[in-house]
């Protein structure tokens, strides 16, 4: 194979993104042939735009059978992905798949579990993972100049979204349409990068979403999770669409010091010797560790979506290791789906959690619901050989 053919399955802002820089070959290596979108004006737009050698599909079925490509680009919405994903690795072909993987890990598990049997290339589109600042944390940690991880802290709260963004679409903010708030919509990437920047999953969660609390909505729109991991150090992640000005900080303390990542740029406070070994060495009363601030150098740049697609092709063409594997999307998602369910529970969720229990009061979610049930909530017929 010399060029891996694509074909995106979904025209929204996402997939149209995704069309315009594959037509442009931008991406070595791979040749955008075929699209699939059941609205006439997306495919119009494709028509228009896309060029005349481009083939346009209406039917999903049709289009993973069409024999006109080697892979799919799925940018559907949250709920279809794994369904989506699933028909593919069944017509035997690669899957890149936009974040989040889906809206509960049960789901997931099962596209997972097709993508192994099918042992075709699998991707997520987390493009934050290649951003050289969250690169170089993890570089910091694996290479043990943090020492042993102590504490984490996320603060991601410039999310601000006003009443007029939730009323722009009927499927927005709803169980039913998006399958939940901040968590499934805004931060997937987030709650990726803090798993995998440290390498380490939470042992168990206690968190506290808020519904509707700054906006007319049925979902999250303020979270406060607390963490605890495995080898004594704990977590904290806050997040809301609701603040203004919102703050974006990363902190991680370990045994030799503290990284914090703000405003663009990685401070790492190092101490000349560990913490452990200050404590048993020191015989001063008051005092503590010297300590140097260090701006530590950041090169590359973030090569984004187009970075993970490249990185996708790469992989099916020469065998190059995958910078964000789609099995490693139902992480972030069991973070997300972990602090919803310690909510709706109040108490404290084990990982991996229920996902049975989690499962059940979704759709309890979904059946409660105030929005009108006649609401549009799906964007893109899967449904073609159900």
């Given at each position: 194979m010399e060029k891996v053919r694509i074909g995106i399955i979904g025209l929204g802002n996402m997939g149209t993104g995704h069309a315009k820089y594959l037509v442009k070959n931008e991406v070595k290596g791979a040749e955008l042939t075929a699209i699939c979108e059941f609205r006439a004006d997306r495919l119009e737009w494709a028509k228009e735009n896309l060029g005349q050698d481009i083939q346009l599909f209406d039917n999903l079925d049709a289009f993973l059978n069409s024999g006109v490509i080697d892979s799919v680009l799925i940018a559907t919405p949250h709920y279809d992905h794994p369904e989506v994903a699933i028909k593919a690795f069944k017509a035997g072909l690669h899957v890149l798949c936009e974040k989040p993987a889906g809206v509960y890990t049960k789901q997931v598990r099962q596209m997972n579990e097709a993508a192994k049997e099918s042992g075709k290339v699998f991707s997520m589109m987390y493009n934050q993972r290649t951003n050289p600042l969250y690169k170089k944390l993890k570089d910091l940690v694996e290479s043990g100049e943090l020492g042993e991880i102590r504490r984490t802290n996320w603060i991601i709260t410039n999310w601000y979204r006003s009443q007029s963004y939730y009323d722009s679409g009927g499927w927005r903010a709803t169980w039913a349409g998006e399958g939940g708030g901040v968590l499934i919509n805004q931060d997937p990437h987030q709650l990726d990068l803090w798993q995998w920047t440290i390498d380490?999953?939470?042992?168990?969660?206690?968190?506290?979403?808020?519904?509707?609390?700054?906006?007319?909505?049925?979902?999250?729109?303020?979270?406060?999770?607390?963490?605890?991991?495995?080898?004594?150090?704990?977590?904290?992640?806050?997040?809301?669409?609701?603040?203004?000005?919102?703050?974006?900080?990363?902190?991680?303390?370990g045994d030799r010091g503290k990284i914090v990542i703000e405003d663009g740029k990685l401070t790492f406070w190092r101490l000349r010797v560990s913490e452990r070994e200050f404590n048993e060495t020191f015989k001063g009363g008051f005092g503590q560790p010297e300590c140097w601030k260090i701006d530590i150098p950041i090169e590359g740049k973030e090569t984004s979506h187009m970075g993970i697609t490249q990185n996708f092709v790469d992989a099916i063409l020469h065998g190059t290791p995958l910078v964000a594997p789609g099995e490693e999307g139902i992480k972030g998602l069991m973070l997300s789906n972990a602090m919803l369910l310690s909510t709706w529970t109040d108490n404290w969720v084990d990982l991996p959690i229920d996902e049975d229990l989690f499962e059940q009061h979704l759709q309890d979610k979904i059946k409660n619901s105030t929005v009108n049930k006649e609401a549009g909530y799906k964007t893109f017929d899967v449904s073609a050989s159900r």
């Amino acid at each position: 194979m010399e060029k891996v053919r694509i074909g995106i399955i979904g025209l929204g802002n996402m997939g149209t993104g995704h069309a315009k820089y594959l037509v442009k070959n931008e991406v070595k290596g791979a040749e955008l042939t075929a699209i699939c979108e059941f609205r006439a004006d997306r495919l119009e737009w494709a028509k228009e735009n896309l060029g005349q050698d481009i083939q346009l599909f209406d039917n999903l079925d049709a289009f993973l059978n069409s024999g006109v490509i080697d892979s799919v680009l799925i940018a559907t919405p949250h709920y279809d992905h794994p369904e989506v994903a699933i028909k593919a690795f069944k017509a035997g072909l690669h899957v890149l798949c936009e974040k989040p993987a889906g809206v509960y890990t049960k789901q997931v598990r099962q596209m997972n579990e097709a993508a192994k049997e099918s042992g075709k290339v699998f991707s997520m589109m987390y493009n934050q993972r290649t951003n050289p600042l969250y690169k170089k944390l993890k570089d910091l940690v694996e290479s043990g100049e943090l020492g042993e991880i102590r504490r984490t802290n996320w603060i991601i709260t410039n999310w601000y979204r006003s009443q007029s963004y939730y009323d722009s679409g009927g499927w927005r903010a709803t169980w039913a349409g998006e399958g939940g708030g901040v968590l499934i919509n805004q931060d997937p990437h987030q709650l990726d990068l803090w798993q995998w920047t440290i390498d380490m999953m939470p042992k168990r969660v206690r968190a506290f979403c808020y519904f509707g609390k700054h906006r007319n909505i049925e979902v999250e729109d303020d979270v406060t999770a607390f963490v605890e991991y495995e080898n004594g150090a704990t977590g904290l992640f806050v997040t809301t669409t609701g603040e203004a000005p919102g703050t974006n900080r990363f902190e991680i303390s370990g045994d030799r010091g503290k990284i914090v990542i703000e405003d663009g740029k990685l401070t790492f406070w190092r101490l000349r010797v560990s913490e452990r070994e200050f404590n048993e060495t020191f015989k001063g009363g008051f005092g503590q560790p010297e300590c140097w601030k260090i701006d530590i150098p950041i090169e590359g740049k973030e090569t984004s979506h187009m970075g993970i697609t490249q990185n996708f092709v790469d992989a099916i063409l020469h065998g190059t290791p995958l910078v964000a594997p789609g099995e490693e999307g139902i992480k972030g998602l069991m973070l997300s789906n972990a602090m919803l369910l310690s909510t709706w529970t109040d108490n404290w969720v084990d990982l991996p959690i229920d996902e049975d229990l989690f499962e059940q009061h979704l759709q309890d979610k979904i059946k409660n619901s105030t929005v009108n049930k006649e609401a549009g909530y799906k964007t893109f017929d899967v449904s073609a050989s159900r």
